[in-house]
């Protein structure tokens, strides 16, 4: 497609539920990015692809967070047994390649809220 | 990444120019300069980005100094569209790795 797509772009959920995020990257974009921003807070790092390389998944904030991608497609982002404190807009990001000479094309984000 | 340095907040009037500056005083040789912003309410948005030339596109200029410790990104001319949050980041041009979000600079335009 022509930009990044995310969904569902809303997500109302109650504690303790699972959650799946969805990211389709731009066609041909090898790196793909998951980042969280709290209400009023900055960009946190989740999990980052690149090909066919072990994710970096440095950024995961627990166990409950899961995140897979199907070759150079589409990713998912798993939350399980959600927490208020999951509370946030979930942002996706692509790249043709993870290195410097690259721009990023973000998508519109999930907002998700834990009631 | 090397770390960049920007002032938190600017003001503008519509109409003006922008000068918008990072500092990256520790800069490596293969580190690209990149510019996002990120609107009220959107997603982060690419701005601009380069090593050591300047660049301009549609949407603003990149001024990369010749020591390649500072650089300023040139909105000609603001409009209240372009109130945003301004990220300035360092991209290692050989090594494939996330890009890390500084807290940027809060750019206001007024009438």
């Known amino acids: 497609g022509a930009g990044v797509s995310q969904s569902p772009s809303n997500k109302v959920t109650e504690k303790g539920k699972d959650v799946e995020l969805r990211c389709d990257p731009i066609?041909?974009?090898?790196?793909l990015y998951w980042y969280r921003q709290r209400l009023g807070q900055g960009l946190e790092f989740l999990i980052y692809?690149?090909?066919?390389?072990?994710?970096?998944k440095s950024g995961l904030p627990s166990d409950r967070f899961s995140a897979e991608r199907t070759g150079e497609s589409v990713s998912t982002l798993t939350i399980q047994r959600t927490q208020q404190e999951d509370s946030a807009v979930y942002l996706c990001?692509?790249?043709?390649?993870?290195?410097?000479?690259?721009?990023?094309?973000f998508g519109s984000g999930t907002r998700l809220t834990v009631v | 990444d090397a770390k960049t340095t920007q002032p938190n907040s600017m003001e503008s009037n519509e109409e003006e120019p922008v000068h918008l500056p990072c500092n990256h005083s520790?800069?490596?040789?293969?580190?690209?300069i990149h510019w996002y912003r990120q609107l009220p309410s959107q997603g982060p948005e690419y701005v601009i980005h380069?090593?050591?030339s300047n660049v301009n596109n549609r949407m603003a200029s990149l001024a990369i100094a010749e020591d390649r410790k500072s650089s300023t990104l040139i909105l000609h001319r603001a409009t209240l569209r372009d109130a945003a949050v301004y990220y300035c980041?360092?991209?290692?041009?050989?090594?494939?790795?996330?890009?890390?979000f500084g807290t940027g600079t809060r750019l206001q335009v007024t009438l």
């Open positions: 990001a692509s790249s043709l390649a993870g290195q410097g000479a690259f721009g990023y094309t």
């Open positions: 066609s041909g974009h090898t790196a």
């Open positions: 692809f690149q090909g066919n390389s072990a994710p970096d």
């Open positions: 520790t800069i490596s040789g293969t580190d690209y």
């Open positions: 380069g090593l050591t």
């Open positions: 980041i360092l991209r290692d041009a050989g090594t494939a790795s996330k890009l890390t």
